[in-house]
């Protein structure tokens, strides 16, 4: 197996050049990434899947096309030439793509300290775009889908595209990683923000397994309310929304869906109400959410 996949890192490094790789390369692993995991939780809406759907609600066919176009948009105009402008800086600090590629515990370590240095900027990132002036102009963008699916995560303006690109990009960019271990890095990285805004909370959902992660469920709430009560700021893990006491809502209201709890049933209908009556016309209040 390595040396098959050595093999083929091999024709890759002979054929094309690092910054093609690296630029190019790398736009189209995250094309294909981002398209391939996110498709299927849209073509579940549109089936009409509600099982394990955590909001009842479902976007419009004129939303989902929205989405898709203006993201294809985006990601040509403004997360291609990120990609572009970034490579002098990664090579500046040791980026390589020769073999051999490093080893198993040298990836995992790497990606882990990247998961969490990201976590640290987009928590406080976040936070930020949630001020008054931030949100009207640049953050409501993403918060027009109250009921996000796994493509929406990337539906954002574009200076919101650039500082999450940045999130991203900043631990690699201070190591200087394999270019291996950046494709890999931007795979995972892009599977959990598209689970994040998927709208289904499975049995087999992460977040069920390992308590410090988010998903779906987690962020599902923060798109659910208006900016000032939303708290859940986080990108991956919760624990940052833990220290700083910004998920103190989402907690209660776990609380209150315990199963046996005789508000359960009642603070799952009013939650539902709240969502459909704020979300209809969130697109037209967009201007004037903030006055």
């Known amino acids: ?81 990120l990609m572009i402008v970034s490579y002098p800086v990664f090579k500046y600090m040791g980026f390589t793509s020769q073999l051999p590629l490093p080893s198993w515990k040298v990836i995992s370590f790497q990606i882990l300290s990247y998961f969490i240095l990201e976590d640290f900027i987009f928590y406080w990132g976040h936070r930020f775009l949630h001020t008054k002036w931030l949100y009207k102009h640049v953050h ?16 954002a303006h574009p200076l919101e595209i650039l500082f999450l690109g940045f999130a991203t990009i900043f631990g690699p960019a201070i190591t200087g990683p394999h270019l291996f271990t950046l494709w890999i890095w931007m795979s995972v990285r892009v599977l959990e923000t598209v689970e994040a805004h998927c709208g289904y909370d499975f049995p087999w959902s992460l977040s069920r397994l390992l308590p410090i992660y988010g998903g779906a469920d987690f962020h599902d709430y923060h798109h659910r309310l208006l900016y000032t009560k939303s708290g859940n700021y986080s990108s991956t893990f919760t624990y940052m929304d833990w220290i700083f006491g910004t998920d103190k809502g989402y907690r209660k209201l776990k609380g209150l869906q315990k199963p046996g709890s005789e508000v359960e049933g009642r603070v799952v209908d009013r939650q539902e109400n709240i969502v459909l009556g704020r979300s209809r016309n969130l697109v037209e209040r967009r201007s004037t959410i903030m006055d």
């Open 1 to 81: 197996m390595a040396s098959l996949l050595e093999s083929g890192w091999l024709y890759l490094t002979t054929n094309f050049s690092d910054f093609q790789l690296a630029s190019l390369g790398s736009f189209i692993i995250h094309e294909g990434v981002f398209f391939l995991s996110g498709l299927p939780y849209l073509m579940m809406e549109c089936w009409g899947l509600q099982k394990y759907k955590i909001q009842r609600k479902v976007n419009t066919p004129a939303a989902q096309e929205k989405c898709v176009l203006r993201l294809l948009l985006y990601h040509t105009c403004v997360n291609l030439p």
């Open 140 to 155: 409501s963008v993403h918060h027009e889908y109250a009921t996000p699916f796994g493509l929406t995560s990337e539906y």
